[in-house]
Nanobody
């Protein structure tokens, strides 16, 4: 069974940091691109960051570029999202997603391209 499990969400003050983790099971990461998405109640899911099977290729939402860093550790079957300088508007449920691709440089911020999703982890930024 292909599964993703997110963790690391928490309540944090503005300017603080969190690292979200995404543990994959049932498959190996080598041929998968990953994305982190977030959603707040009443709004659609928003692509935050994506990483290709080759971690040389990454992309970020403009609003988080320079503050968030996506990474992967295929040996541990893990994907991470390091979030620094958190802002009130970063408050959301964060989801990890995966898609299989044979193109080492392929990544996408479109949620419709992903077919494996985690259950989400809550990030709340509040003073």
């Amino acid at each position: 069974q292909l599964q993703l499990v997110e963790s690391g969400g928490d309540l944090v003050q503005p300017g603080g940091s969190l690292r979200l983790s995404c543990a994959a099971s049932g498959f190996t990461l080598d041929d998968y691109a990953f994305g982190w998405f977030r959603q707040v109640p009443g709004k659609g899911r928003e692509g935050v960051s994506t990483i290709a099977p080759s971690d040389l290729y990454r992309n970020y939402l403009d609003a988080v570029n320079g503050r968030f860093t996506i990474s992967r550790d295929n040996s541990k079957n893990m994907v991470y999202l390091q979030m620094n300088d958190l802002r009130l508007e970063d408050t959301a449920t964060y989801y990890c997603a995966a898609l299989r691709t044979y193109f080492r440089s392929y990544y996408t911020m479109s949620e419709y391209d992903y077919d494996i999703w985690g259950q989400g982890t809550q990030v709340t930024v509040s003073s």
